[in-house]
């Protein structure tokens, strides 16, 4: 048999193009450092509720790039999706409708209705744009035209930036927000829809996509640790890997794919001089991670029906209550309900634990302000920072074909996956995009 394809990492990237290649005969091995399969969408118990890392939602529902690569492998039925679209804006004003669709713009009652209209021609170009046209603006940022609206209209900006991107609308590129208001538009094929596993816990989709890979006779081996990927001759020759009992051993091949962020990846596994210093250099700046600050709260009663609640305003440190036992009840154990609160922090903030206690006091604050029930249904929290939330950089200039390309000129069975690497959407969504984009190369250097 052939020497396998080696995959490094078992996160979405990883295990996506593990199962498109498996999908085609080839034989891969996918090596991950970690106990588990999942990556950074792994998922965990505790006190009987299932827990993500972090609250996880699949953007774009079944036009998402996962379930996508999942129904051309022909196992879409295998991964049971709950829809995610009770979804509400919290302003000190009361709650006010999410907007599904471009008609719903104009029910928003979050902003006066004269800046609805002004929203909508401002939003209707854009989504009836083509994804073509969007990388003309892939280097201008999103206030270009934001800029000019009045407060309200500027702070649903915000809410949606903050849904769609967790992050600011000045750090978002025009062309980025553009095709994810193409992918909403179901005038284009899109949804606005998000989905999450009816079974519980995110990382349901990567032990669909690692059962698949095994009945291929692909081979998933946890607790191994990629030290090194050998390049001789500017061809891959092999890996070194580290298992649990820190025994190095040396497995050959000639393709080897990376799937965690690449401007880690390029400063650990090469020898000094194998990549380019420059490109080095080039790739370091597109790390410009989102981190967060996320809180679980479970509950002994259920203090609102919706599945999402935005609350908008500077005033709020809460940016989203996810309700996620609203989602589907398989997280939570009978009578108990589980929520997760989120708000973006500066990286260093993940790592200051007094800055940590602050926040999860003013989020319980500010919840049980929108919720009096809260402090009394409260059974337990778990407070959880995230230095690294998604490596898709959405800053203007460094987003779509800015990103790590999926190979590096010169280097011969060389690929690169994941978050980081050339693809657009949302975190998982965009892990799973550059799958599509990068299995087609892989295969044609195996093929040759
Ligand atoms: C708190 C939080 C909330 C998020 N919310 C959402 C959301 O709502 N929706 C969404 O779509 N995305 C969300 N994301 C982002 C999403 O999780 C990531 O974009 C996506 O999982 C990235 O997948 P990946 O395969 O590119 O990388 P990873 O998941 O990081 O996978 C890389 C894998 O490589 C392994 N690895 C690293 N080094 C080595 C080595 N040397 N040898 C072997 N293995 C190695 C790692 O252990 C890991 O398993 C969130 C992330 C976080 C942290």
Redesign the pocket.
């Known amino acids: 048999m052939s020497l396998p394809t080696i995959i ?7 295990l996506t193009t593990g199962a498109l290649l498996a999908h085609d005969g080839h034989n891969v091995m996918i ?4 106990t588990k399969l ?4 792994a998922s965990m118990k505790f006190k009987n509720h299932i827990l993500d ?7 774009f529902y079944k036009k998402s790039a996962i379930f996508t690569i999942l129904k051309n492998l022909g196992i879409e039925s295998r991964l049971k999706l709950a829809k995610v679209d009770d979804i509400a804006f919290y302003a000190t004003t009361g709650f006010h409708i999410y907007p599904k669709g471009m008609i719903d713009l104009l029910k928003l009652s979050l902003i006066p209705f004269k800046s609805r209209v002004r929203l909508l021609k401002l939003l209707l170009p854009l989504a009836f744009s083509s994804i073509e046209k969007t990388e003309l603006w892939d280097e201008i940022p999103l206030t270009k035209i934001t800029n000019d609206l009045d407060a309200d209209t500027n702070a649903f900006f915000e809410a949606v930036c903050m849904l769609a991107f967790a992050d600011t609308a000045d750090h978002i590129s025009l062309g980025e927000f553009a095709r994810t208001i193409i992918r909403a538009n179901p005038f284009k094929g899109g949804t606005s829809e998000f989905a999450y596993p009816d079974g519980g816990g995110y990382d349901s989709i990567c032990h669909v996509l690692g059962d698949f890979i095994l009945e291929k006779g692909g081979d998933i081996q946890t607790k ?3 030290k090194k990927v050998i390049i001789e001759n500017s061809k891959v020759t092999g890996v070194i890997v580290c298992d649990s009992s820190n025994s190095e051993k040396f497995i050959p091949t000639n393709s080897v794919v990376i ?3 690449a401007y880690t990846a390029l400063n ?2 090469f020898e000094e001089n194998v990549i380019d210093r420059k490109f080095v250099q080039k790739i370091d700046k597109l790390n410009k991670t989102t981190s ?1 600050v ?1 809180v679980h709260f479970a509950l002994n009663s259920q203090i609102d029906t919706r599945q999402v609640v935005f609350p908008v305003g500077d005033d709020y440190v809460t940016k989203g209550i996810f309700f996620i036992s609203n989602i589907t009840p398989s997280v939570s154990p009978s009578g108990e309900h589980l929520i997760i609160a989120g708000t973006p922090v500066l990286p260093s903030e993940t790592e200051d634990s007094e800055k940590i206690k602050n926040i999860v006091s003013k989020m319980k604050q500010e919840i049980s302000s929108i919720y009096p029930k809260f402090n009394s249904a409260l059974l337990w929290e778990r407070p959880m920072a ?1 230095k ?5 950089v959405k800053e203007p200039g460094k987003v779509w074909k800015s990103k790590m390309p999926h190979q590096i000129p010169g280097i011969e069975g060389l690929f690169f996956v ?3 690497t050339i693809s657009y959407g ?6 799973a995009h550059s799958s599509i984009l990068c299995a087609p190369k892989i295969e044609s250097f195996l093929n040759c």
């Not at 490094?8 to 990883?14: D, E, L, S, T």
């Not at 090596?31 to 970690?34: A, P």
């Open positions: 490094i990492g078992a996160g979405v990237g990883g090596l991950e450092k970690s999942g990556g950074r969408t890392n972090g609250f996880h939602i699949m953007p191994q640790s990629v799937s965690y962020p650990q596994l967060v996320e995230w690294l939330v998604e490596s898709v994941g978050d980081s949302i975190g998982t969504d965009s892990a």
